[in-house]
């Protein structure tokens, strides 16, 4: 893992691709994230298949007419505040007091109700109520699985993911 990179300078890794190849593919739905730095989107993934619940740092949005305005550096706010830019935009990341994008979660409920597949990646699913959504698939009959390297409350021992997972990722979206 290479340090020092600002988020301006990040690029997806291999598993934001294979989650794009995944999504182009028509294998997996929707994606449901927690993460603010813009990544899924920088893979090609679709706003339309991602729920972004604590915001983008990339993002910002008219607080008049809902639409999403997508930059190539991050936005100077965060916390759903006014950026400056054309008076009404503001940007889309939440702070600690400040509640769920209602459309993003909304889609998130959706999904995770129909999912027959929950797969978790890189979550201890400890933030509530986005933790708590992947329990959505199972309790409708879906399945769940965790990849974490960390335990979480639902699953004992951590899983460390296979080389194989590189292969695959790679012939999915080269």
């Known amino acids: 893992v290479e340090t020092g990179v600002t988020f301006d300078d990040a690029t997806p890794t291999l598993t934001h691709r294979a989650l794009a190849g995944l999504v182009g593919a028509g294998l997996v739905k929707h ?21 972004e619940l604590h915001g983008n740092m990339f993002m910002e949005k008219c607080e008049k007419c809902g639409r999403e305005y997508l930059r190539d550096v991050v936005v100077s706010t965060v916390g759903l505040k006014r950026t400056g830019n054309r008076g009404k935009l503001r940007d889309t990341v939440l702070d600690w ?7 993003d979660l909304e889609k998130a409920q959706y999904h995770s109700r129909k999912a027959d597949l929950s797969l978790c990646l890189g979550s201890t699913l400890q933030i509530v109520p986005a933790g708590t959504l992947p329990l959505l698939a199972k309790k409708h009959l879906g399945k769940l699985v965790i990849c974490n390297l960390q335990p979480t409350k639902y699953v004992c021992q951590p899983h460390k993911p296979h080389t194989t997972n590189q292969h695959i990722a790679a012939s999915l979206n080269p």
């Open 31 to 51: 994606v449901i994230s927690q993460n603010v730095d813009g990544l899924h989107l920088k893979s090609g993934l679709p706003r339309s298949s991602l729920s």
């Open 97 to 103: 007091e400040d509640e769920l994008p209602a459309e």
